[in-house]
């Protein structure tokens, strides 16, 4: 590739609207252009990075032994009706009709879609099981699209789905996706970790996140120090080891506490520590109020709860709701009260704790359950912090990291299938739903999160698997015929021998072209100076910053050698 | 590819739907799935051949110095506004609305986007020329879908655009693409032609369109048997060499005509030639009538006469219209006429000819133009003929085929970069706009192209270089041992030597594999059976039929050779 015509205009600026690295980065390298609000246009050196990714993700799935297919992005609105998900998809999905009105869905996801193909095609036990994924556009409409890449409405997916006739056999394959997302993640020069997750509204139970880990992530992961757990901070469990607690047991008090309503507030007033208080909240499902407690140093965790109580939502009641059952938010507590009472297991031992009075400006001190009031579920329902105990391992203990969500694997069950009727005959000749699997990367997103693991105050330094070349030879004075002569043989040279190179055969000061090498971030940059004179040429490593002069003769062994 | 794990449902039936050879074929052969009504899934064998296209179109176009890029599906409403095409594209074009009611365009095509990133981003003319192109999928909502994937709503294309400083650049460019055109087409293995044709709403004014031969095509195509001229019939010019006409002038005599209103029936009734006859019609544009007239055996070419006009749109008066200009439908003719008459130039050598009374149940014989009335323009507004001398060599005849048209390049000229001001600035300093070209190719109609041109009773015959794979390698008899052990080596062997196969590894009569491998068209069959006993297979190639006995240890080398 030559410079001299590629069409790449860096900026020295960083936009405003950019937030975060990776966004600030592909614009400023020229990559990627925003045409509306998260919806981007891939310029050349941008478009031949997603393609290796692609091409990766291809590679590897086609090796795990899926097919790929292609989707249409326009489904019709009946397929997503039958499914039961045009009403809950809510905004975020696209919709629109055709010339006869008929509703369409600009596809978020493909489940529907793929259901309705092997609901056609599929008979027997016999022809299962199979996999099916494709790399195709993917719609969602954002209410604040940002982080360029990161969270668009207009985004590249891989969506595979698979189906079987058994348990086991579903097992068989989401390990097997598992592996495959592994292998995609290394060779895209990635530094990632599976995670267990909440599966969400996609339906099913046992899910996987892949997370690219980098400061900038979205979400928090929590991993053991010593052995495989990590999981997303919404999923994550800890081994909770009660004191043991030798105390007796108080009399109940009621005692003013006038204005003080937050936790801070009531320990600091009555002079205990938060640990010795317990935090109510009231939540509500579509049918019931609950009232929910937890040591005061913790947080709810409310896809624990929801899932808890096999619920599709909860939600903190609102001032109006609390003070309809008669309570007080500020002062709300277990003793008392009529609602339904779950608590986490920081509870279970704790005795003679501080609680809200139930009145205005009151808290009771020398709380204790099963004396002054009852619970009815224990439960592990709070966000776990770091440093608490693995809950798989024995010795471990839980570090935080930030994490980039990159794919999802999940175990779907029937929920499309029996939707959808997607049947199979069994052996026994009898109808089944079959069981499915499902398996997300998020492909445009992988560009973005691999700029977020690799840059410095530079610019990108792309993984080499994914560069968009991975050498940059530059001479340094254009008007040097010798250097330029040199320089061409190389690049001829290079690129002859199948190494992916550019040349940066711009009439511009050779500073220039450093910091757009930089910024764009080819792995290696091939220095063709005064050197020549020599016999050498200066190779520069962006990730290790490493400078060597090399043989010229040499240059394509060593470039080899860099590449392994 | 083993057949025993392929995700492909072959059909006996041709569905209902299907009218024409792609459509049956590629829905029989279980290639692709509709969704919707011009919606179609590609399944696995399909979405190779596609994919195979678009490699195909990628290396040449990258070869040929054009960028590839990757623009949205998801334009926003504005810049349609801005070039003018928000208000003339009509139903054909699928718009949305986002969640904040924001106008989108699903793009039937990109060049206003293309424009608005050129124009952020190139000042100088030392910037140009520039083609950038991309595979996308593109949106027409059809009033009727129908033919498969050879017209459908969400479809698959090639469309690049050039940016050049002048004409020269541009012309240069054109022939460039031109060339690359060639060379895709031939490497897809198909036949085709490339045509002059009318340049249609895109704008700009030399245009040709690719158009792959076959019985089926919608396009009708004069080409010359002696030159290379080709053009769509919309724009096929003839060279009308008008014969001698000694005759005197007769006068102008008014006969009755009862009942009798077409050409046929009048050149009948009064006993003279249709040759002898003028056929009067009334056009309107936006602006004006005009009477048209044109020899009894032609039909107007409104595109010509369009074009002729220099407007955008002609259509044929009206019953109400004509009465209301006091003339008669049947026995319309120029004399005493007040419009605007253009006639063909089929009609300059004519004398004492018929043409319509003007009033009812009335003709004139012996009309005769500069005496009993006068014509305004006298050009080539016909639809040429089968037969007619080519215009471009002194001795062609035209010939006529079908076509179907795959691609099309495109001068446009300043139209888009005139609207959106995409302008650079020239060698003296000063602003100009950029004279853009554009080039398409239908990706996934060139798939249907390539069946409509090599087909047989029993199914699709691909050429090698799309084919899905090229050998499909079938043991006779499954419970065979020494059969199947040998089929499981030559698959190997040929897998492992970079040769695209199949094994048909299924539990299935041969007979029915032979079918199946017949209806998806591989260009090879490996047959294992018996001669095994003597060291042999047959191959059998799909296009010739020829059968032929080879010795195991040589087929590697005879199918290289046949692919070559």
Chains 1, 2 share one sequence.
Request: charged content about 30%; aromatic content about 8%.
């Amino acid at each position: 590739m030559r410079f001299s015509k590629l069409f790449v205009h860096t900026l020295k600026e960083t936009p405003k609207e950019a937030e975060v690295i990776s966004h600030k980065l592909l614009l400023r390298a020229g990559m990627i252009k925003k045409l509306a609000s998260g919806i981007y246009s891939y310029m050349p050196l941008g478009y031949r990075v997603l393609r290796k990714i692609e091409g990766i993700v291809r590679e590897e799935l086609d090796k795990a032994g899926a097919q790929e297919i292609l989707m249409p992005v326009l489904q019709p609105a009946e397929l997503w009706q039958e499914s039961g998900r045009w009403d809950k998809m809510g905004d975020e999905m696209m919709r629109m009709t055709d010339r006869h009105n008929r509703n369409f869905v600009l596809g978020p996801t493909h489940e529907e879609v793929v259901t309705d193909i092997v609901r056609r095609e599929v008979k027997s036990y016999k022809e299962l099981p199979i996999n099916l994924y494709q790399i195709q556009l993917k719609y969602r409409d954002e209410r604040r699209p940002r982080f360029g890449l990161m969270r668009g409405r207009e985004f590249f997916m891989k969506d595979g789905y698979s189906f079987h006739t058994d348990e086991d056999s579903l097992e068989k394959e989401y390990q097997n996706m598992h592996e495959a997302y592994n292998n995609i993640f290394s060779r895209c020069g990635l530094t990632f970790r599976a995670v267990e997750a909440d599966s969400g509204n996609i339906g099913g139970d046992t899910t996987h996140e892949i997370m690219v880990l980098a400061d900038s992530g979205e979400d928090e992961v929590l991993y053991c120090d010593k052995c495989e757990y990590a999981a997303n901070i919404e999923k994550a469990e800890s081994k909770f080891v009660a004191k043991e607690n030798s105390e007796e047991l108080k009399e109940l008090e009621k005692v003013e506490t006038p204005n003080k309503k937050s936790i801070e507030e009531v320990a600091e007033f009555l002079g205990v520590e938060k640990i010795n208080t317990v935090k109510a909240m009231i939540f509500k499902t579509e049918e019931e109020f609950y009232m929910v407690l937890i040591r005061g140093d913790y947080e709810v965790n409310e896809v624990k709860l929801k899932n808890l109580l096999k619920v599709s939502e909860v939600t903190l009641a609102n001032d109006a709701e609390i003070e309809k059952l008669n309570l007080h938010k500020g002062f709300l507590g277990p003793v008392g009260v009529k609602l339904k009472i779950i608590a986490d297991e920081t509870i279970k031992n704790m005795k003679n704790y501080v609680t809200g009075g139930n009145d205005i400006d009151n808290h009771y001190i020398n709380t204790n359950h099963n004396k002054d009031y009852s619970v009815e579920t224990f439960a592990d329902i709070r966000i776990v912090k770091l440093g608490e105990k693995c809950p798989r391992c024995s010795d471990g203990v839980l570090n935080s990291a930030r994490g980039i969500e990159v794919g999802q694997i999940f175990k779907l069950g029937t929920k499309y299938s029996e939707a959808l009727k997607c049947n199979f005959i069994n052996e026994n000749g009898r109808q089944q739903p079959m069981l499915m699997g499902c398996y997300g990367i998020g492909v445009s997103r992988t560009m973005a999160a691999a700029v977020e693991q690799n840059y410095d105050e530079s610019g990108i330094i792309w993984p080499i698997s994914i560069a968009p070349y991975i050498v940059d030879v530059i001479p340094v004075n254009m008007k040097d015929k010798e250097q330029v002569e040199v320089a061409e043989k190389l690049y001829n040279n290079l690129k002859e021998n199948g190494i992916e190179v550019a040349i940066d055969d711009r009439k511009e000061r050779a500073g220039f072209k450093f910091k757009d090498a930089d910024l764009i971030g080819f792995p290696v940059k091939v220095i063709v100076g005064k050197g020549i004179a020599t016999g050498k040429v200066e190779v520069v490593n962006r990730k290790t910053g490493e400078k060597e002069d090399i043989e010229i003769e040499e240059l394509l062994n060593y470039i080899n050698k860099l590449i392994k």
